[in-house]
């Protein structure tokens, strides 16, 4: 069974190694997983909790939120926003891609004929020249020793060819992701690159056992549709069927 868990959550400095203090209380916790995509955090924290002192020393990418699943580390990037109310604190943070998403490719990339290249290991050359200069911050941003490089002998390969300043680390990524048949997913702390038909792991199966209460499957006839049409109103039409 997947049971129902019990999400908790603590804030680590830059590179998530050093554990500053747990969030003590908390009115809500969310996290995701996304392909080809950045992940969010929210968190809130009533302001009576006895950590809120210890909130007011946080400061946004500089530290980091920790998301525990029944005791287990599921979720982990810097924090990108802390707001304060009279009764709340929230904080949202981003996974581990926050980082080439702030990160300009400053060096030159050719993989034009002949220098063609697995499309996996042109994204990992990139990302680690180009987040060196953030693992020598002191702590560093500790995202290099989790790089996951997935290439097999059937990767999508490419002949891209990038000049300096010319994109950012992410916008690279997410481009290959795009329109060259490559693949993304952050876990933890572990930026995973793969070709699209790379198999990275699958779930367990969810059963009826798995729900609280009883389950309902709906059909909604509101939904078909067997012929659709589109006009500008004065006379140029299109359909399809």
């Not at 802390?82 to 060096?107: C, H, L, Q």
């Not at 002998?153 to 300096?164: E, F, I, K, W």
Request: with cysteine.
């Amino acid at each position: 069974m997947l049971g129902c868990g019990f999400n908790t959550a603590a804030i680590f400095d830059r590179g998530a190694v050093t554990r500053l203090f747990p969030i003590d209380r908390t009115t809500s916790i969310a996290y995701g997983r996304l392909r080809d995509g950045i992940s969010d955090a929210l968190v809130h924290i009533p302001t009576s909790a006895d950590c809120c002192a210890d909130l007011a020393n946080v400061e946004p990418v500089r530290h980091v939120l920790v998301i525990y699943r029944d005791g287990q580390r599921v979720w982990e990037g810097p924090i990108t926003r802390i707001s304060y109310s009279n009764d709340d604190v929230e904080i949202a943070a981003k996974d581990v891609m926050f980082w080439p998403y702030r990160t300009i490719m400053r060096g030159e990339y050719n993989n034009a004929y002949p220098n063609i290249a697995y499309g996996t290991d042109r994204i990992g050359h990139i990302l680690r020249t180009e987040l060196a200069r953030k693992e020598a911050l002191d702590p560093p941003i500790n995202v290099l020793p989790y790089l996951q490089i997935h290439t097999e002998a059937d990767t999508a390969r490419t002949s891209r060819h990038t000049l300096p300043y010319q994109k950012t680390v992410f916008e690279e990524i997410d481009d290959l992701a795009a329109k060259a048949g490559i693949d993304y997913t952050v876990v933890g702390r572990a930026i995973h690159v793969h070709d699209t038909s790379y198999l990275l792991g699958q779930t367990p199966l969810a059963t009826e056992a798995d729900f609280i209460g009883g389950v309902i499957v709906s059909v909604y006839g509101m939904d078909l549709c067997t012929y659709s049409a589109v006009t500008d109103g004065e006379g140029l039409w299109g359909a399809d069927e």
